[in-house]
């Protein structure tokens, strides 16, 4: 799916592939993974999207993450 936002275009299935490529490695890699992409460090897994996909990547990590409440223990 494609979603448009604002004059960008973001590819919805290419985002939902990375949020799960990113997840499959852990809790603990997907905290590093979040704080690496917001300090604008490039991982393998997001290479080719723009960085407004990047920034939908974040966000789905985070919200996949909220259950965490950043200690890696669900709760």
Do not use: F
Request: hydrophobic share 45%; aromatic share 2%.
């Amino acid at each position: 799916m494609v979603i448009v936002m604002g004059c960008t275009v973001l590819d919805q299935r290419r985002i939902e592939q990375c949020v799960e490529a990113l997840c499959h490695k852990g809790c603990q890699a997907v905290w590093a993974d979040i704080n690496a992409l917001e300090s604008g460090k490039p991982l393998p897994e997001v290479d080719g999207l723009s960085n407004t996909e990047v920034r939908a990547v974040v966000r789905e990590l985070r919200a996949v993450m909220a259950v965490y409440r950043g200690n890696c223990a669900a709760g």
